[in-house]
């Protein structure tokens, strides 16, 4: 009799145990509906509707075309709305270097980027893109070619340590402020090896060869001078060569 009561009480016990787990389960269960139900109707309620985007950082990239890249309407819950997913889209963009985005409830979102600068702009026959310093191709102009960048012109067919090259003068030019005062400064030979690497500045061609560009810029803007008040007709310069300049006149022609 004793031993039926024993097991009795271990039996209701195993039931007290099981009725609690059961119902610790139910709770769980009903507090995530509830929170799940919660964010729901936080979500589409338009509490915390999409209402403003502040962009900032970009100067080559329009504030329409920085929304466009993110694929963000305004009117979207900016609760849900995915950070990783839109770093990665505008990260897709040649012209942008780095992004820190900022949700600030209740609907406002942030953008900070940090924007490629264009460095020169490369002529590809009668196609001209923005260049930034590393050499990578920005973008097509869609008008006509700014004068404040210097101009690679190239065919489809470049060498590319000599358009590495190329860059590294046109950021001197750039950084110089040269392509403001010039209608129009050229470098060319790019298809080819390095030492073949020309520029023609303010009507004067010369052979600019690899390295020292702030030496070699300095040398031919002093003989520059010496050109025009001379008034001497010159074919192209030399600035290969250390501490030197060759001066190539036009072969007089004898009729």
Not at 68 to 75: F, H, N, Q, R, S
Not at 194 to 223: C, H, Q, S
Request: hydrophobic residues 40%; charged residues 30%.
């Amino acid at each position: 009799m004793a031993a039926k009561r024993k097991r009795a009480r271990f039996s209701s016990k195993k039931n007290m145990k099981r009725g609690t787990r059961l119902s610790k389960g139910i709770l769980a269960l009903l507090i995530i509906c509830a929170l799940s139900a919660g964010a729901w109707f936080i979500s589409e309620s338009g509490l915390f509707a999409l209402t403003e985007v502040e962009v900032q950082g970009n100067k080559f990239l329009s504030d329409q075309e920085m929304t466009e890249l993110m694929g963000i309407e305004y009117g979207e819950s900016l609760l849900a709305l995915p950070l990783e997913e839109v770093a990665d889209m505008l990260s897709a963009s040649k012209w942008v270097k780095s992004v820190k985005l900022r949700k600030e409830y209740p609907g406002r979102f942030v953008v900070k980027i940090e924007e490629a600068v264009p460095q020169a702009l490369l002529q590809v026959r009668g196609d001209v893109y923005f260049v930034d310093g590393e050499g990578n191709v920005l973008e097509k102009l869609k008008s006509a070619p700014v004068q404040f960048l210097p101009v690679i012109v190239s065919s489809s067919a470049r060498d590319p340590k000599t358009f590495k090259e190329a860059v590294s003068l046109a950021g001197v030019i750039k950084d110089r402020g040269l392509a403001t005062d010039k209608n129009r400064i050229e470098i060319t030979g790019v298809e080819k090896n390095p030492e073949n690497l020309t520029m023609t500045i303010d009507g004067l061609t010369a052979k600019v060869g690899r390295g020292d560009y702030e030496e070699k810029l300095r040398r031919l803007f002093e003989l520059s001078d010496e050109i025009k008040k001379r008034h001497m007709n010159i074919s192209h310069v030399d600035l290969r060569f250390a501490n030197s300049v060759i001066v190539k006149p036009f072969k007089e022609v004898v009729e």
